[in-house]
């Protein structure tokens, strides 16, 4: 069963050594695991409009061609998940993909947004948190956005949530190894060696 990694992993300094340690961890539990630098795709930056769309369609193809996909939603330069991990999320989803998702946060997102906004943020008459802006902030009790919730238990599993220290916060992955063991679990793939 092959499983699209997506998150903001491939940001990082040792991006692909993470992405070979996701790939090990899913081979354990009966998933090939398809990492987004996995594409093959050959880039040209002379023009970087064609290589991030080229990127994008190589992306959208591997997802495409996966059973599943396992999201990291660690917040990602800011309160939320990865614009583009929650892009694809979408993506899987609107191609019948099953969706997992998996957090270094154990913060919620309206508790994150109350450290964002500070100690003394507005509410409107309804009691509801507001932004910078006056726009009412989601409090679902919710990991993310609860389009990103609802399509991880709309697949039949819950966020799996772990702390992490807020440094390095992307480089555990006791959470996604929880994530794919409770997949596989629900998916009834023979794990013994």
Known sequence: MRAYL?????????????????????SRYGFVGIYPLDSGVELDFSDLTKAACDIAKANEQLIR???VLFANLTPFRGPSADVGTVYEMG??????????????SIWKYVERMHWILGSNPAHNERGELLDSEGMFVEAFGMWDNLMLDSAIIDSGAQVVALPAEERGRFLPLEGFELCVARAAAQLGLDCSP
């Open 6 to 26: 997506a998150g903001p992993d491939v940001f990082l300094p040792n991006a692909v050594e993470v992405g070979e340690r996701k790939k090990e961890i899913c």
């Open 91 to 104: 993506y899987a989803r609107g191609h019948g993909l099953k969706v997992f998702g998996y957090t270094n």
């Open 65 to 67: 061609s996966s059973n």
